[in-house]
């Protein structure tokens, strides 16, 4: 039901975009998370379907934008001034409820991910 596409290998100060195509039903809520190996899955940004409320980790705040299509029931993640640390593996996900949240367990959706890997 969650479809992430858009990753790949970039230079370090470079920009990707991914996508997250939504389908099966209508999602109140959707998050991007990411996860290196070894490490936690760690929140990166989320933002509410019906009025476009945002919110960031303090990591990528300034450098990553998510906006969402709701025509499309994509939603996307603009990276920018890309950084070695931000290479993992990225997680759409998504809930049917509103409000606007960072925690993991507050998603029931998820997507297989996609690979960021920046170079330096």
């Known amino acids: 039901q969650l479809q992430a596409s858009g990753g790949g290998t970039v230079q370090a100060g470079g920009s990707l975009r991914l996508s997250c195509l939504a389908s099966?039903?209508?999602?109140?809520?959707y998050g991007w998370f990411r996860q290196d190996p070894g490490k936690e899955r760690e929140f990166v940004a989320a933002?509410?379907?019906?009025?476009?409320?945002?919110k960031y980790a303090e990591s990528v705040k300034g450098r990553f934008t998510i906006s969402r299509d709701n025509a499309k029931n994509t939603v996307y993640l603009q990276m920018n001034s890309l950084e070695p640390e931000d290479t993992a593996i990225y997680y759409c996900?998504?809930?049917?409820?509103?409000?606007?949240?960072?925690?993991?367990?507050?998603?029931?959706?998820w997507g297989q991910g996609t690979q960021v890997t920046v170079s330096s």
């Open positions: 933002i509410t379907r019906s009025n476009g409320y945002t």
């Open positions: 996900a998504a809930d049917l409820t509103y409000a606007l949240t960072s925690r993991l367990r507050d998603y029931d959706y």
């Open positions: 099966g039903r209508t999602f109140g809520r």
